[in-house]
């Protein structure tokens, strides 16, 4: 199994911060890459897909960038409503492998 | 718009069967893939398995001895069932659809978009 290491694993920040999350595969999976936001009690919402394809009716604050093993997230403008969790997945090998998710809290 | 609800027993004792339903609306069933993936309390997401629109499957190894899902395309319905549970399957329970991107035909990218709303299981005696 390709497993994913997202770092850090929670963070503090504060309102127009920027933020960048990093996810990284135990192996090359080219650009097979997406990033999901899930809030509590939500269903996960697809962010990015194929490491830096922004999907329909996500703010433009978000973008992805990488390949190969090594993947960010970056939220360039943090507002109240980004304050949740994030999970990356590789879709390169099955089983499809998540990260363990990064918590972007309040400072 | 494609919209997926999911429905199924919520409260299982040790060693009953977990079966879940997943019925899909607004939008073709053919041609896509659908899976489950679940996340126990407190911890990140884990994929379960898939079926294809032509039935076949593709399951998570470390479940897969105990997992069977199946669809069945005039319903537009696809269904999981993970039998001998323990406390250990305890989770909120997603069905997803799974969508491709092709690129002259070749498979270039997937993700799982849209999600159902999440069913919580609770295994307990």
């Known amino acids: 199994d390709i497993q994913m290491t997202q770092s850090p694993s929670s963070l503090s920040a504060s309102v127009g911060d920027r933020v960048t999350i990093t996810c990284r595969a135990s192996?090359?999976?080219?650009?097979?890459l997406n990033w999901y936001q899930h809030k509590p009690g939500r269903t996960p919402k697809l962010l990015i897909y194929t490491a830096s394809t922004l999907q329909s009716g996500v703010p433009s604050r978000f973008s992805g960038s990488g390949s190969g093993t090594d993947f960010t997230l970056t939220i360039s403008s943090l507002q109240p409503d980004d304050f949740t969790t994030y999970y990356c997945?590789?879709?390169?090998?099955?089983?499809?492998?998540f990260g363990q998710g990064t918590r972007v809290e309040i400072k | 718009q494609v919209q997926l609800q999911q429905w199924g027993a919520r409260l299982l004792k040790p060693s009953e069967t977990l079966s879940l339903t997943c019925t899909v609306y607004?939008?073709?069933?053919?041609?896509?893939?659908w899976s489950w993936i679940r996340q126990p309390p407190g911890k990140g997401l884990e994929w379960i398995g898939e079926?294809?629109?032509?039935?076949?499957?593709r399951y998570n190894p470390s479940l897969k001895s105990r997992l069977t899902i199946s669809a069945d395309t005039s319903k537009s319905h696809f269904s999981l069932n993970l039998n001998s549970v323990t406390a250990a399957d305890t989770a909120v329970y997603y069905c997803?659809?799974?969508?491709?991107?092709?690129?002259?035909?070749?498979?270039?990218?997937?993700?799982?978009?849209?999600w159902g709303q999440g069913s919580l299981v609770i295994v307990s005696s």
């Open positions: 607004g939008g073709s069933f053919s041609g896509y893939s």
């Open positions: 079926i294809s629109h032509s039935g076949t499957t």
């Open positions: 997945q590789q879709s390169h090998s099955a089983p499809w492998t």
């Open positions: 192996q090359s999976i080219n650009r097979y």
């Open positions: 997803a659809r799974v969508t491709p991107l092709l690129w002259f035909g070749e498979l270039v990218g997937s993700w799982f978009d849209p």
